[in-house]
């Protein structure tokens, strides 16, 4: 590494970086610099370029993948690897956590870096500097806990202790608060704001825009691979407004298309629906819930993290989750029994999944067989697959839900995650449900392409479909949907139209103590 003078007080400058894959220029000149002890966030459209720039940076695109440089502490950084970029301070916390489910807390934030005495683990040093780093971050657990036995929050908590642990100068947090509920939320940008404090610098990646001006020194806003601009709160407040001209190129005056619903008769019903815990028998993740769902309505369902709304969709769309006990799906009038996703499908409902990676896609596959994978007679004849039908009906989706990659034959996995999420979205489309449930759609998704999947699921409602919204942020749900039930601890505990909801009624709610607490 050679040296070279950085700016007095500035921690990492990356400078004129560019990077290409195969038929995609990712980022074109790209220069950015942090200070010491900021939080400096990064925004733009899903495939603007963020992640790559941040991979870059973390080793995980090595010194000759790209070009430009690179200067750490005034120093020439051409990181080979991860192990490079952690060893210089830098630590990156990807959106998909990087923790092995079975293993324990401890044994999490030491992996490959284990404290051992005489070339033995110790069990005692390692538990004990564990719970030290676990105070740090406001982890109130046992180090031998088992990963799998906490909340996303939680885990997310484990990561930033594991990266105190390799003394990180530069933190990098991409989407950190995408699967998080709103206290958990708050939680993490007060440790972020406490790691500013110790002098830490961090570089966080977000969608949320409230969050980005709540905790940042700095933005730098990405489009299209190139940079736009940096704002520094040094020269006036930073303002939303602001930050979206920079992503979209236009201002956006609504975060909400306009839209008059037009809701008919109910197309599905659900009563008293109740279903056990897949793995404790005496738990219930769905008590009772009865509800129902018009023609061209958008019904929102509301609630913290953990109080049964995915539970409850997944048991729907072919018991794929828990063990049913009781209760009844209506659609169009009549009865209708959905035991496997297959069935679910032919009685023409659709689920698009909160977990892209592990539930929604083959991350295999190429993008066009990903498109017609939930209905693959669309596209055959005689038993044989037509390619060319797959093709033309990927294109069309990608057109419509402006999907960002050169070809529908390029691999899912090369997707950005919001570009993943629209293929998702694009999969349960193809088959033209009548009822499509839809997960945290727009979890880890630009505000330019919320707008846009806003407006397709308004479609969907004004063709006389019926959707389901599961969402965990209420200006979300509030600004998209005409009806929210609220659920707490498994049962539904209230029904609030458009216009009576707000935020303070729907908390009111979401916390509400249910009387159904059953009992096996």
């Given amino acids: 590494m050679a040296t070279q003078q950085a700016s007095s007080g500035t921690i990492l400058e990356m400078v004129n970086i560019t990077k290409r894959f195969p038929g995609v220029l990712a980022l074109n000149d790209v220069s950015m610099s942090v200070r010491d002890g900021e939080v400096h966030s990064i925004s733009g459209e899903n495939g603007a370029g963020k992640s790559t720039l941040m991979k870059i940076l973390s080793g995980v695109y090595p010194y000759g993948s790209y070009d430009g440089e690179i200067y750490f502490q005034g120093q020439l ?71 799998k036995n906490i909340g996303v929050g939680k885990q997310q ?41 110790r002098g830490i610098a961090c570089i966080m990646i977000s969608h949320k825009l409230n969050e980005v001006t709540e905790v940042s020194d700095a933005v730098t806003v990405i489009r299209d691979g190139e940079l736009v601009e940096t704002l520094r709160a040094d020269d006036g407040p930073i303002d939303e407004d602001r930050i979206i001209r920079g992503m979209v190129g236009r201002p956006l005056t609504s975060r909400f298309p306009d839209h008059q619903p037009k809701i008919g008769e109910v197309l599905f019903e659900v009563r008293d629906w109740t279903v056990r815990h897949p793995e404790i028998p005496d738990r219930y993740v769905c008590k009772g819930s009865t509800f129902e769902v018009r023609r061209g309505e958008i019904v929102g369902f509301a609630g913290l993290m953990g109080a049964g709304r995915t539970e409850l969709a997944r048991s729907l769309f072919g018991r794929s989750y828990g063990i049913w006990e009781s209760g009844q799906m209506i659609m169009n009038g009549k009865p209708i029994v959905t035991r496997t996703v297959h069935q679910a499908i032919e009685a023409d409902m659709a689920y698009v999944t909160e977990d892209r990676k592990v539930l929604g896609l083959n991350l295999l596959d190429d993008i066009k067989t990903t498109v017609v994978s939930a209905d693959w007679e669309k596209v055959s004849a005689g038993g044989v697959i037509s390619e060319r039908g797959q093709f033309e009906a990927a294109e069309r989706y990608r057109k419509d839900l402006r999907i960002k990659t050169p070809s529908v034959n390029q691999g899912v996995s090369t997707l950005s995650g919001g570009n993943q999420q629209k293929v998702v979205l694009a999969k349960w489309l193809f088959t033209e449900p009548e009822l499509l449930i839809l997960d945290e759609p727009t979890r880890g998704i630009d505000v330019g392409a919320k707008f846009e999947i806003y407006r397709i699921i308004q479609q969907l409602a004004d063709a006389g479909k019926a959707v389901i919204v599961i969402s965990s942020e209420l200006p979300e749900l509030l600004g998209l949907s005409d009806r929210i039930y609220t659920i707490a601890e498994g049962a539904i505990t209230g029904e609030l139209a458009r216009g009576e909801a707000d935020q303070e009624s729907l908390i009111r709610l979401m916390t509400r103590s249910t009387n159904k607490d059953l009992v096996a």
């Fill in 77 to 147: 950084a051409r990181f080979g690897n991860i192990r490079a970029s952690e060893d210089a301070g830098i630590v990156i916390i990807h959106q998909e956590l990087a923790l092995i489910p079975e293993l324990s807390i401890a044994e999490n934030i030491f992996l490959g870096n284990e404290r051992t005495r005489f070339g033995v683990i110790d069990w005692t040093a390692t538990n004990n500097a564990a719970t030290e780093l676990m105070r740090h971050v406001g982890l109130d657990e046992a180090p031998n806990t088992l990963i």
């Fill in 157 to 197: 908590l484990v990561e930033i202790a594991k990266a105190l642990s390799k003394n990180v100068k530069l933190l990098i947090l991409d989407e950190p608060t995408a699967a998080l509920n709103e206290s958990d939320s708050a939680h993490l940008l007060g440790l972020i704001k406490e790691l500013r404090s």
